[in-house]
C-alpha cells in the first residue's frame, strides 16, 4: 500500500524567515513520483514540482527548494525568504507505476501561515 | 497558458437528487480523473478515465457515482441521488503522455463546491 505523511499540521513563520516543510512516503514500488501542490484559500490546486523515483538531484526554483532522499523516503520542500503570499495549505503527493500513475496519493497537508 | 475549467464553483443540491458536475480537460491530454476533498481533509482518488473507459476507481466510487466523455471536449461526474456527505470539493484533472514514459503530472482545476442540503 502507498502512503504519504506530512507530520506538520500546521505552522506559522514571520515573513522572511525560512521554513521546510517535511514529507514522508511509503511504497514498496520501485518506479514513482512525487509531487507537491499548493492550495491557496481560493481552494485550488496549483502543482508546484514532480520528481520521479530515479532522480535524487536537489530543485531549486527561486525561493523554493525540493530535497529528495530515496534512503530515509523523504521529499522536503523547503522556502526560503518567505512572504505572505505563500499561506497556503501544502500538499505532497505519491503516484506509482503498479497502479499505472492513475491514482495520485496525497498526503494530510501542511497549513502554512506567513506572518507579515 | 491551458487550464482545466470546472463548472459550476459552487453547486448547491438538495439530497436524493442528481448532481452532474462538468469539466473541460486541457485540449490535447487523453487521461482524466476526479477527486474529491471534503472540508478540511485531504484530497481523495475518485476515479480515472482513458481510452473512453474507467481505468482506475477508489472504493468512495461506488455505483451511485458515473463519469462520461459525452464530446470531445466534456468529461461529466454524476452523483446518482446525493447524500449529505457528498459535500465536498470536487477536483477535475487531466493529464497527457510525457517524454519519460508517464502521464504525469494531472493538471487541476479550480473545483466545485458541491454542497447537499
Known amino acids: 500500500a502507498q502512503k504519504v505523511t506530512q507530520a506538520q499540521t500546521e505552522i506559522s513563520v514571520v515573513e522572511k524567515e525560512d521554513v521546510t516543510l517535511d514529507c514522508v512516503y511509503e511504497?514498496?514500488?520501485?518506479?514513482?513520483?512525487l509531487f507537491w501542490y499548493k492550495q491557496p484559500p481560493s481552494g485550488e490546486l496549483v502543482f508546484l514540482i514532480r520528481r520521479n523515483s530515479f532522480d535524487e538531484q536537489n530543485e531549486i526554483s527561486g525561493r523554493y527548494s525540493w530535497n529528495f532522499q530515496k534512503s530515509t523516503s523523504s521529499f522536503n520542500f523547503t522556502i526560503t525568504a518567505s512572504q505572505v503570499v505563500d499561506s497556503a495549505v501544502y500538499f505532497c503527493a505519491l503516484s506509482v507505476r503498479e497502479t499505472s500513475y492513475d491514482k495520485v496519493i496525497f498526503g494530510p497537508g501542511t497549513s502554512l501561515s506567513v506572518i507579515p | 497558458e491551458p487550464e482545466v475549467t470546472q463548472t459550476p464553483s459552487h453547486q448547491v443540491t438538495q439530497m436524493g437528487q442528481e448532481v452532474i458536475l462538468r469539466c473541460v480537460p486541457i485540449?490535447?491530454?487523453?487521461?482524466f480523473y476526479w477527486y474529491r476533498q471534503i472540508l478540511g481533509q485531504k484530497v481523495e482518488f475518485l476515479v480515472s478515465?482513458?481510452?473512453?473507459?474507467?481505468?482506475?476507481k477508489s472504493e468512495i466510487f461506488d455505483d451511485q457515482f458515473s463519469v462520461e466523455r459525452p464530446d470531445g471536449s466534456n468529461f461529466t461526474l454524476k452523483i446518482r441521488s446525493t447524500k449529505l456527505e457528498d459535500s465536498a470539493m470536487y477536483f477535475c484533472?487531466?493529464?497527457?503522455?510525457?517524454?519519460?514514459?508517464?502521464?504525469?503530472?494531472?493538471?487541476f482545476g479550480d473545483g466545485t463546491r458541491l454542497s447537499i442540503l
Open positions: 478515465f482513458y481510452n473512453n473507459e474507467i481505468s482506475e
Open positions: 511504497t514498496r514500488d520501485t518506479t514513482y513520483y
Open positions: 485540449s490535447n491530454h487523453l487521461y
Open positions: 484533472a487531466s493529464s497527457d503522455w510525457t517524454g519519460d514514459y508517464s502521464n504525469q503530472p494531472q493538471h
